[in-house]
């Protein structure tokens, strides 16, 4: 996965999936199934990206 920018700022339709993917979870075991999550998904994005998809529409398709 390419290294995000400082300026990163999670969208919010990801914000949510997160938020329901871990529901349950607490503390320190939500955000790290969280970030490994958001890892997956912008890495499956970088993949669409390669093959010249769009970044919005290529993380809503990941």
């Known amino acids: 996965m390419t290294?995000?920018?400082s300026t990163y700022v999670r969208p919010a339709a990801l914000e949510r999936y997160l938020?329901?993917?871990t529901l349950g979870l607490l503390g320190e075991q939500r955000a790290g199934v969280q970030a490994e999550l958001e890892?997956?998904?912008?890495?499956r994005a970088d993949h669409l990206?390669?093959?010249?998809?769009p970044y919005p529409?290529?993380?809503h398709l990941a």
């Open 49 to 53: 990206h390669a093959f010249g998809m």
């Open 3 to 5: 290294a995000l920018p």
């Open 57 to 59: 529409h290529n993380l």
């Open 19 to 21: 938020a329901l993917a």
């Open 39 to 43: 890892e997956h998904l912008l890495t």
